[in-house]
């Protein structure tokens, strides 16, 4: 089995209305330290053979990338270190830690008052501390029942992703990856046996090579006209705002903690430097290189 390493991410559903509004003001600000790579961005030329436009639009993108996660990191929350041994009983966060908070309030006040034996101090202390030694025994005692109503109100709640938490909190458990794929254990053996499902499922819809060699003499025809329709290709900011609010919420890349909730929350300003990396992308015919990472990094870790 693989062993997994645990990376603190961005806690999306964790955030306030504060911490998103916070979120999005910095980010306008990132963004407005951002270089605009001006002779990649006007070049319109569909014959465009300039290598350091292909450069120029990658670092584009890796500056606005970054420009997120930075954000992210100022103003959103962060998931915890999660590990087996850390495991509390369910209901310990809301009925015994505000009392443990206050027993250690006391306790420390109790010590700098010279530990006395009687007085107010030592008695808030002591009621304190019961207090938190009776939380802790009447969860324990009341598992079970914590539990089935955590489940309840999860399910009357409109947001699903409470449900499948508690779901996973009972069972103690998360998914490992199998080290074994179809009787392969190396990881040579695996990335040749995907390979050849990929090369035959690339190659299962039949095809005429005429009429491909015809498709690929038209397209270098249009390319190779002067008056190719380079202007036509405009991606304008409400386009790209309308497919932003199509997409889904806690969706990553793959390659670092970038996901959709980055997007979702950015605002108009982020929108915008996106249309410039499609359009110049759609014109110069070229990927960024950020953008191919996440690909290049799947293949790094099956080989």
Not at 65 to 82: F, L, M, N, S, Y
Not at 230 to 246: G, R
Not at 254 to 280: P, Q, R, T
Request: with cysteine; hydrophobic share 35%; net charge positive.
């Amino acid at each position: 089995m693989i062993n997994r390493v645990h990376v603190t991410r961005a806690s999306w559903h964790k955030a306030s209305d504060i911490d998103l509004t916070n979120y999005k003001q910095t980010l306008s600000f990132n963004l407005n330290s951002v270089v605009l790579p001006i002779d990649c961005l006007l070049c319109h030329s569909l014959q465009c053979k300039n290598t350091d436009h292909k450069v120029a639009l990658s670092r584009y993108a890796k500056d606005i990338i970054d420009a997120c996660i930075e954000a992210g990191h100022k103003c959103i929350p962060r998931t915890g270190v999660h590990s087996k041994n850390n495991f509390r009983t369910p209901g310990w966060s809301v009925y015994v830690e505000p009392l443990r908070q206050k027993s250690l309030f006391w306790h420390a006040m109790w010590k700098d008052c010279g530990r006395p034996r009687n007085g107010v101090v030592a008695d808030c202390m002591r009621r304190a501390r019961a207090s938190y030694h009776y939380g802790i025994r009447r969860i324990r005692n009341e598992e079970d029942e914590i539990v089935r109503r955590r489940m309840a109100e999860s399910l009357s709640g409109a947001d699903g992703r409470n449900f499948w938490n508690e779901v996973r909190k009972i069972r103690h458990s998360k998914a490992n990856s199998s080290g074994i794929v179809d009787g392969c254990h190396d990881t040579s053996g695996i990335s040749q046996l995907f390979s050849n499902k990929y090369k035959e499922l690339y190659s299962s819809v039949a095809y005429d090579n005429r009429d491909m060699d015809d498709v690929l003499v038209d397209i270098d025809g249009m390319l190779g006209c002067e008056d190719a329709p380079a202007a036509d290709c405009v991606i304008n900011v409400d386009e790209v705002l309308q497919a932003i609010s199509n997409m889904k919420p806690n969706k990553y890349d793959g390659m670092n903690e970038l996901s959709s909730d980055y997007v979702l929350h950015a605002g108009k300003d982020l929108a915008v430097h996106i249309s410039f990396v499609f359009l110049s992308m759609i014109i110069h015919g070229s990927v960024p290189d950020p953008v191919l990472s996440y690909q290049s990094r799947r293949i790094r870790i099956v080989m």
